[in-house]
């Protein structure tokens, strides 16, 4: 088969040519999902001259069953404990829950009840501190940067501990405060949104690459669960607010009858809350000055490990909002003799990842780091170490998917269907990352792969699986 190469521009910079044929991907896809198994269909061909959408590839693939799967659906998706960077549950005065807290339900305008675990105490402490500062006035703080409605969150000392962004805020939600984002889904609809993404899934989207991120253990992305806050600095409807007012006025002047039996105060919101990292800076900031003052050879490296961590991230959650501005470097001048201790990188914002199709009509969502320097440097012995073995274990694959479907089911507008098109291009996302980190292919090179999704066959209860490739690319593939 011919080599499938895909040139594209970007943003100006040299024209780029994909050396992975489709040919090789395939004989890849054989070699991950089919070790036990034969091919039972050829790619299809066609002899006309209408362009073929897709080539695709049938894998047989019995797997046995292992212990760890099966202790893989007796866990819960909140039971990881998490190593990512973190220096905020010491930035306040944090107190043990009581026995009537840890047993509340999360609950959200009929969302499915979300029980917040106590197996990662250090968060639940954190949420706990948040809703006492909350309850003692000190509120959380708005964000205006950004689409959405999202907050800074205080302890009562008064210190920032997380960011907060409700479901029903988000730039879908229909309680987004920013009316720039309402003037545009108003006037120009067809300009609003991302095709690709399932609509107002963002809080989902952020506690999922916080689950991935802990799972292949590359600590990167601050800790970030689903929970349910409320205050009076959140968006609400001025029903809510009536209603809130009236209920507190009863309770207050009743408190041995309605008191008793009534809650005062606002709905609470369903949302992400992501543990706020200290001493960090955007990503922009630290590149540039790392461009006009080089850091020593052994802080570079070891910056090089963490932005192929990132790179690694971004690719299999298929991350479509990468900038510089949301992923932040956390450097200490001072420490140099110890790289591991003296510069540090956290990925954030990554409410728009998880699509259930690649982008393919008009813009390309491209990942912007590829264009910084770092992206031309093969992968390292160091990140293939920490992740080829992982990402070529069906098992553990397979109970990443099975956690990301525990965690996204708590959706109200969870759609099964969706969730299995998302799985197909994570698959494929992983497959093109395995086959690029054995080939010692760089970040750059890893973007230019042909495009595919890996989809399981029903027919098969799991044991077959279907490869695809992508020949329909966006119109503007720079932005």
Not at 82 to 104: C, K, L, M, Y
Not at 403 to 424: C, I, M, P, T, V
Request: with cysteine; net charge neutral; aromatic share 12%.
């Amino acid at each position: 088969m011919a080599a499938t190469q895909r040139s594209f521009r970007l943003c100006g910079h040299t024209t780029y040519e994909a050396d992975t044929t489709t040919e090789e991907q395939a004989e890849f896809f054989y070699e991950v999902y089919g070790r036990s198994a034969r091919r039972y269909r050829t790619p299809s061909t066609s002899g006309s001259s209408t362009k073929v959408k897709e080539t695709t590839y049938v894998i047989s693939s019995e797997e046995p069953s292992s212990p760890r799967r099966k202790l893989a659906s007796q866990s819960t998706v909140y039971s990881e404990a998490s190593t990512t960077p973190t220096n905020a549950s010491s930035a306040g005065r944090v107190t043990p829950a009581t026995a009537t807290e840890q047993h509340r339900l999360l609950t959200d305008e009929g969302e499915a009840n979300l029980p917040l675990s106590s197996d990662d105490p250090e968060f639940y402490k954190l949420v706990v501190e948040a809703e006492r500062a909350i309850e003692e006035g000190i509120l959380p703080e708005r964000i205006y940067q950004g689409s959405s409605g999202s907050y800074f969150v205080r302890s009562r000392d008064n210190l920032t501990i997380g960011v907060f962004k409700p479901k029903n805020e988000e730039p879908y939600g229909h309680l987004n405060p920013k009316w720039t984002k309402w003037m545009q889904k108003m006037c120009f609809p067809c300009c609003f949104g991302r095709s690709c993404l399932i609509a107002n899934q963002g809080y989902m989207s952020e506690a999922g690459a916080s689950l991935v991120d802990r799972k292949l253990g590359l600590n990167i992305v601050p800790n970030t669960k689903v929970v349910a806050l409320a205050s009076e600095t959140f968006n609400y409807t001025a029903i809510d607010k009536a209603k809130a007012k009236s209920v507190k006025f009863a309770t207050e002047r009743f408190p041995d009858t309605l008191g008793k039996k009534m809650k005062a105060g606002l709905p609470p919101k369903i949302g992400s809350f992501q543990v706020f990292v200290n001493g960090y800076k955007d990503a922009d900031f630290w590149v540039r000055r790392f461009q006009e003052d080089a850091p020593p050879e052994p802080v570079r490296q070891h910056f090089q490990h963490l932005f192929e961590k990132l790179v690694c991230l971004d690719y299999i959650i298929r991350n479509t909002d990468r900038g510089n501005d949301n992923w932040l470097i956390k450097y200490d001048k001072y420490k140099v003799d110890t790289p591991e201790e003296s510069i540090f990188v956290a990925a954030i914002d990554n409410g728009l990842a998880f699509p259930f199709k690649h982008p393919d009509e008009w813009r390309a969502y491209p990942y912007y780091w590829a264009w910084l320097p770092y992206a031309n440097h093969p992968f390292s012995e160091k990140t293939k170490e920490l992740l080829l073995s992982k990402l070529k274990d069906l098992n553990l694959v397979r109970e990443l998917l099975e956690e990301l479907h525990k965690l996204f089911k708590h959706d109200k507008g969870f759609d099964k269907s969706l969730f299995d098109r998302q799985a197909s291009v994570m698959r494929g996302q992983i497959l093109n990352l395995c086959q690029a980190l054995e080939m010692g292919l760089s970040p750059l090179q890893l973007v230019q792969m042909p495009l595919l999704r890996i989809e399981c066959d029903s027919r098969s209860k799991g044991s077959s699986f279907i490869q695809q490739f992508q020949d329909k690319y966006p119109f503007f593939s720079s932005c």
